[in-house]
């Protein structure tokens, strides 16, 4: 295991630094407060770090204000891991309670920050959810008639999207833990095993290299090729001619690597070799194209201009992009995807993910993480083989 991993958590300072551009872009919008509710940006903002958000039973709250650091609303069960953060107003209930899960300690919260007449900033676009019941949302809304709400998708999406070298690292480390058990794979894996037993011992390999987590882990394995890569394994064994693919999204401090790696079972048939050669020169594009300044629709026709000739035609189906940003969730905004003309900037962290049919029921799949810089991207993965590796039928 590396010695030269990334610190756990991050200093006041990173968290300072946040609340002032967030401040910054409140004031451009006219906004009074930001009033959060989802795990990300909640932990954006204070650094609260805890698997208790696997609860639907609890609301959780962050008020943002113009001036000033963010007033947590918690249930009184998250108040000391919440302390132990750079957040010093919490104030909480106990909860769960039905007749008022927090709303006159919310409604307070928000009145102090706005005043009577402000505007309170609220997720409401595309990629976004209201983590609290809609019933609540209405009665906080009744018990503050003279605020307006307004939609800050954009305020909360221009902040994430730009990460801080401290969360580079960490998506950096997530990836070197998830490379080093891909680099394990042929000898914990091979014929004969079922899937289930694969994604079992990959998932021990990510954890014996580092990794937090595995909350992700999807593909799937099929003759010369595979047609689902996003359910559980099944119990089918693997065989000679099979192309497996797995794709993880594995956690280090909060902070996830989201790419795949094909293998093929025996010795592969000449279409792989050209569809596995296919998608990987899309990526090596991707990799060319990925500058600064450059639109999420250029950086997907650059690969899809390499796929898309030696697609199968009579294949039919589209995951509709080819990437996503990458951070604290497992696939963040912007896409890249021929209707996205999101401009890349120094800091984003993004997925290349080309693919294509080979056949119907077929495909090969293709991802790498990067770090867009001014200049060349920073590859977060290790690049993956231009000849698709060889797992063993013995």
Request: glycine residues 10%.
């Given at each position: 295991?590396?010695?030269?991993?990334?610190?756990?958590?991050?200093?006041a300072?990173?968290?300072?630094?946040?609340?002032?551009?967030?401040?910054?872009?409140?004031?451009?919008?006219?906004?009074?407060?930001?009033?959060l509710?989802?795990?990300?940006d909640?932990?954006?903002?204070?650094?609260?770090?805890?698997?208790?958000w696997?609860?639907?039973?609890?609301?959780?709250?962050?008020?943002?204000?113009?001036?000033?650091?963010?007033?947590?609303?918690?249930?009184g069960?998250?108040?000391?891991?919440?302390?132990?953060?750079?957040?010093?107003?919490?104030?909480?209930?106990?909860?769960?309670?039905?007749?008022?899960?927090?709303?006159?300690?919310?409604?307070?919260?928000?009145?102090?920050?706005?005043?009577?007449?402000?505007?309170?900033?609220?997720?409401?676009?595309?990629?976004?959810?209201?983590?609290?019941?809609?019933?609540?949302?209405?009665?906080?809304?009744?018990a503050?008639?003279?605020?307006?709400?307004?939609?800050?998708?954009?305020?909360?999406?221009?902040?994430?999207?730009?990460?801080?070298?401290?969360?580079?690292?960490?998506?950096?480390e997530?990836?070197?833990?998830?490379?080093?058990?891909?680099?394990?794979?042929?000898?914990?894996?091979?014929?004969?095993?079922?899937?289930?037993?694969?994604?079992?011992a990959?998932?021990?390999?990510?954890?014996?290299?580092?990794?937090?987590?595995?909350?992700?882990?999807?593909?799937?394995?099929?003759?010369?090729?595979?047609?689902?890569?996003?359910?559980?394994?099944?119990?089918?064994?693997?065989?000679?001619?099979?192309?497996?693919?797995?794709?993880?999204?594995?956690?280090?401090?909060?902070?996830?690597?989201?790419?795949?790696?094909?293998?093929?079972?025996?010795?592969?048939?000449?279409?792989?070799?050209?569809?596995?050669?296919?998608?990987?020169?899309?990526?090596?594009?991707?990799?060319?194209?990925?500058?600064?300044?450059?639109?999420?629709?250029?950086?997907?026709?650059?690969?899809?201009?390499?796929?898309?000739?030696?697609?199968?035609?009579?294949?039919g189906?589209?995951?509709?992009?080819?990437?996503?940003?990458?951070?604290?969730?497992?696939?963040?905004?912007?896409?890249?995807?021929?209707?996205?003309?999101?401009?890349?900037?120094?800091?984003?962290?993004?997925?290349?993910?080309?693919?294509?049919?080979?056949?119907?029921?077929?495909m090969?799949?293709?991802?790498?993480n990067?770090?867009?810089?001014?200049?060349?991207?920073?590859?977060?993965?290790?690049?993956?083989?231009?000849?698709i590796?060889?797992?063993?039928?013995?």
């Amino acid at each position: 295991m590396a010695d030269d991993r990334p610190p756990r958590g991050f200093p006041a300072a990173e968290f300072e630094s946040r609340l002032a551009r967030a401040q910054a872009l409140m004031d451009a919008q006219g906004l009074d407060a930001l009033l959060l509710t989802t795990e990300p940006d909640i932990r954006w903002f204070t650094g609260f770090l805890t698997q208790f958000w696997l609860s639907p039973t609890r609301p959780w709250f962050l008020v943002v204000p113009a001036t000033g650091k963010p007033v947590a609303v918690i249930p009184g069960i998250g108040s000391e891991a919440m302390g132990r953060t750079w957040i010093e107003d919490i104030r909480t209930w106990s909860s769960p309670h039905p007749g008022d899960d927090g709303l006159t300690l919310l409604a307070d919260a928000l009145r102090e920050a706005a005043g009577e007449g402000g505007a309170v900033g609220l997720q409401m676009g595309p990629e976004t959810h209201l983590r609290m019941p809609l019933r609540d949302l209405e009665r906080l809304r009744a018990a503050l008639p003279g605020l307006s709400w307004e939609d800050a998708s954009g305020v909360m999406r221009r902040l994430r999207q730009v990460k801080s070298k401290a969360e580079i690292a960490k998506i950096a480390e997530a990836c070197r833990i998830a490379c080093d058990a891909f680099d394990r794979l042929p000898e914990i894996a091979g014929a004969g095993m079922t899937e289930v037993e694969v994604f079992r011992a990959f998932k021990i390999a990510c954890l014996q290299a580092g990794a937090d987590d595995v909350d992700y882990l999807v593909g799937g394995a099929g003759p010369g090729g595979y047609g689902d890569i996003i359910s559980p394994p099944s119990e089918r064994r693997l065989q000679a001619g099979d192309v497996l693919i797995l794709d993880v999204g594995l956690v280090f401090d909060g902070y996830y690597c989201d790419f795949d790696r094909n293998f093929s079972v025996g010795p592969p048939s000449d279409p792989v070799k050209r569809a596995y050669e296919a998608v990987w020169l899309a990526t090596e594009a991707g990799l060319a194209a990925a500058r600064a300044g450059v639109t999420c629709a250029d950086l997907f026709r650059a690969m899809n201009a390499v796929t898309a000739p030696l697609a199968d035609p009579s294949a039919g189906g589209a995951v509709g992009r080819l990437g996503h940003g990458l951070g604290m969730v497992l696939t963040e905004f912007p896409s890249i995807a021929d209707w996205d003309d999101t401009v890349l900037e120094p800091g984003y962290v993004m997925t290349l993910e080309p693919g294509m049919a080979t056949a119907p029921g077929k495909m090969m799949v293709h991802e790498e993480n990067v770090a867009i810089t001014q200049e060349a991207p920073r590859l977060l993965t290790r690049r993956a083989d231009r000849e698709i590796p060889v797992l063993s039928t013995s």
